[in-house]
C-alpha cells in the first residue's frame, strides 16, 4: 500500500500520527510525508524560535525514526504562518498525489485552531478530489479545538510503536525544550484512545471517505 501524508509543519505528523506511520513503515508500506511549511518561525516580536537549520535536520531526523525513508520526505517551501489556501498550495499537493498515486492520504483535521493546519487540510481535500480514501489525523493540544467535536471513527492500535513516536519527537529537539508535556500529552491521547478499543495504545482519524478494499 502507497500513503501519502500531508503535513503543515515538521513535527505534526509526528505528534498526531507518528505511531500509526512508523506501523505502516515496519509493516512494508510505502510512506511518502510532504512538508508543506519550512518549518522555522520567529515569535512576534522576532525572536527566532526555530532556525531554518533546525526545522530542516529536525524534521528529516524525526520521520526517519519512524521508518520513513529520506528520499521520500519532501519539503514544498511554503512559509511558516503564511500557508494559503489558494491553487499555488493546491495543485502542489496535487501535483504529488498524482505522481504517487497513494491509496490512502492524511492530512489534518479541519477542527484546528492554527491557519497553516486549515489551509493544509482544506488543499489536500481539494487536490485529493479524486481520489477515494482520505483520513484526517487527530488535532492535539495546543492547537486542538475543544469545543469543536473530532469524530474518532477509524483507530491503529499503536501499543508496540508509541515509544518510537517519542523517540521521533525527541528528534525536534527546538520544539522538545518548548513543550515540555509532549510526552505526557501524547501517552496520555494515546492510553484513552486505546481504552476505547481495549488496547494499551492507539491513535484515532476522522474519515472523509475510504474505499473497502
Known amino acids: 500500500m502507497k500513503i501519502l501524508a500531508i503535513e503543515s509543519h ?12 512508523a506501523r505502516f513503515c515496519q509493516e512494508k508500506h510505502e510512506v511518502y510525508v510532504n512538508i508543506v511549511a519550512t518549518s522555522n518561525y520567529s515569535s512576534y516580536d522576532g525572536t527566532i524560535l526555530r532556525s ?6 529536525e524534521s528529516i531526523e524525526g520521520l526517519m525514526v519512524l521508518g520513513v525513508k529520506k528520499n521520500n520526505i519532501q519539503n514544498l517551501g511554503f512559509k511558516t504562518k503564511k500557508i494559503p489556501f489558494n491553487y499555488i498550495l493546491i495543485e502542489a499537493i496535487n501535483k504529488n498525489i498524482d505522481k504517487i498515486r497513494p491509496d490512502l492520504i492524511m492530512t489534518h483535521h479541519l477542527n484546528d ?15 485529493a478530489r479524486y481520489y477515494n480514501t482520505i483520513w484526517m489525523y487527530e488535532p ?6 475543544s469545543n469543536v467535536g473530532f469524530r474518532a471513527i477509524k483507530y491503529v492500535n499503536i501499543s508496540n510503536y508509541l515509544k518510537t513516536k517519542i523517540a521521533a519527537l525527541k528528534k525536534h529537539q527546538s520544539q522538545w525544550k518548548k513543550y515540555a508535556y509532549w510526552e505526557d500529552l501524547v501517552t496520555s491521547l494515546a492510553r484513552i484512545r486505546g481504552i476505547e478499543i481495549k488496547t494499551q495504545y492507539a491513535e484515532a482519524f476522522d474519515i472523509i471517505k475510504e474505499e473497502l478494499r
Do not use: C, Q, V
Open 52 to 57: 531554518i537549520e533546525e526545522s530542516t535536520s
Open 10 to 21: 515538521g513535527d505534526d505528523l509526528e505528534l498526531s500520527a507518528g505511531g500509526t506511520i
Open 140 to 145: 492535539i493540544y495546543p492547537s486542538k479545538l
Open 113 to 127: 485552531s492554527h491557519p497553516d493546519h486549515i489551509n493544509t487540510g482544506k488543499a489536500t481535500l481539494a487536490a
